[in-house]
C-alpha cells in the first residue's frame, strides 16, 4: 500500500486533473476541486506572469470560503504545475508565488530540481513529478520530488510511449510513494483500472477540454465531442517533444498528420511562445468516452457513478 501525505491521503475520489496548457484557468480548477478532484493548471497560463498572484489568491480564497460553508465535504487541494525548463523565463518568479501562497501540491515537468522541491517543501507543499519512464522516475525521486505522475502511451499532450501496465508495474518495484497514471483515462471504469494496476490516482486532462468552464474555443470542444483515438497523432514537430494531438486541428495548419517532419529537440520553447498550443489541439487517445459538452461537476458526477458500477460489478464493497 502506498505511503501518501495528507495532502493527498484519505482523497475520496481519487483523480488529479492534469493541467492543460493555455486551456487551465481559475475557473475549472475551483470547479474541479470542488467536485472532489485535484485541480490542476498550468502557472505559464497566467499571462502576463503578474497576473498568477491574482490567480492564485481567487482560487485560495474561494477554496476557503467553500471549505468554510461545506465542512463535512471540503474541496480537494489544487495543483500548480512548473515548466522546468530552461526556455521558462518565468520559473524562479512563479515560483516564488507559489510559495507565497502555500499552493498545496506542486506538478514539475520537463526537468527535476532539487531547488524546487525545497522551495514546495519549505511551507509543506507536496511534489508530484511528470516522467515517461522508470530512469526518469528514480531521477525525480533522488532530487527530492515526493511522488510521480506516470505519462503512459495515450496520454494527451506530451506523452510517452510505455504501456502503463510495463511502467506502473517498474516503478512499484521500488517507489511506495504517490503515483498517478496519465493516458487515455476517461470514464469511471478506467479511473478504478488505474487503482487495480497500483496507481494512486487516474491523472485526467483531456474529458476537461469538453467542459464549459474550461477556456478552450468551442470548435476545439467539439473536436473532443467528435473525434476518438483514430484521430490522435504522435510527433514531436509543434513543440520537439513528442506528444499527442487531434489531427483535424493539424489538418487546419495545412499539414499532412500522416506525414509531419521530425523536429529539433533543441528548439522547444514553452516559455515564450504558446501558438503551437493554441493552434494544434494536444489531446490523448481516451475522447471517445466523450460524448457531450457539459459542466466539471457534471462531468466528475458521471464518473464517480461509473466507478462506483465498475466496483459493483467487480464485486467489491462500496466505499
Not at 63 to 83: G, K, R, S, V
Not at 221 to 246: E, M, P, R, W
Not at 257 to 271: I, V
Not at 290 to 318: N, P
Request: with cysteine.
Amino acid at each position: 500500500m502506498s505511503t501518501l501525505p495528507p495532502t493527498l491521503a484519505n482523497r475520496p475520489f481519487p483523480v488529479i486533473g492534469a493541467p492543460l496548457f493555455i486551456i487551465s484557468n481559475p475557473k475549472l480548477v475551483i470547479e474541479q476541486c470542488k467536485a472532489g478532484v485535484i485541480g490542476a493548471m498550468p502557472a505559464l497560463n497566467a499571462r502576463p506572469a503578474t497576473l498568477l498572484d491574482d490567480w492564485l489568491a481567487e482560487i485560495t480564497e474561494t477554496l476557503a470560503a467553500y471549505n468554510a460553508a461545506h465542512p463535512d465535504a471540503p474541496a480537494a487541494p489544487f495543483a500548480i504545475n512548473q515548466i522546468v525548463h530552461k526556455s521558462n523565463d518565468r520559473l524562479d518568479h512563479d515560483m516564488a508565488l507559489c510559495v507565497k501562497h502555500k499552493v498545496p501540491v506542486i506538478i514539475t515537468s520537463l526537468g527535476a530540481r532539487e531547488d524546487m522541491n525545497a522551495a514546495a517543501h519549505s511551507y509543506g507543499g507536496v511534489v508530484m513529478h511528470d516522467v515517461i519512464n522508470n530512469a526518469f522516475a528514480h531521477k525525480a525521486i533522488s532530487k527530492g520530488a515526493d511522488g510521480l505522475v506516470a505519462v503512459a502511451a495515450g496520454a494527451g499532450g506530451h506523452a510517452g510511449v510505455k504501456s502503463p501496465f510495463a511502467l506502473i508495474q517498474e516503478i512499484r518495484q521500488w517507489f511506495d510513494g504517490p503515483l498517478a497514471l496519465s493516458g487515455s483515462i476517461a470514464n469511471g471504469g478506467a479511473i478504478l483500472a488505474a487503482q487495480a494496476m497500483g496507481a494512486d490516482f487516474a491523472y485526467i486532462g483531456s474529458p476537461f477540454i469538453a467542459t464549459e468552464e474550461a477556456r478552450a474555443s468551442d470548435a476545439y470542444k467539439q473536436a473532443i465531442v467528435d473525434c476518438n483515438s483514430d484521430d490522435i497523432v504522435y510527433s514531436n514537430l509543434f513543440t520537439g517533444v513528442h506528444g499527442n494531438y487531434l489531427a483535424p486541428s493539424i489538418c487546419a495548419a495545412g499539414l499532412d498528420p500522416l506525414n509531419l517532419p521530425e523536429s529539433d529537440p533543441s528548439k522547444m520553447n514553452f516559455g515564450a511562445d504558446a501558438k503551437a498550443w493554441k493552434d494544434i489541439w494536444g489531446c490523448g487517445q481516451g475522447i471517445g468516452a466523450i460524448h457531450t459538452v457539459q459542466t466539471t461537476a457534471e462531468l466528475v458526477s458521471q464518473w464517480k457513478r461509473e466507478y462506483e458500477a465498475a466496483r459493483a460489478r467487480l464485486g467489491l464493497l462500496a466505499r
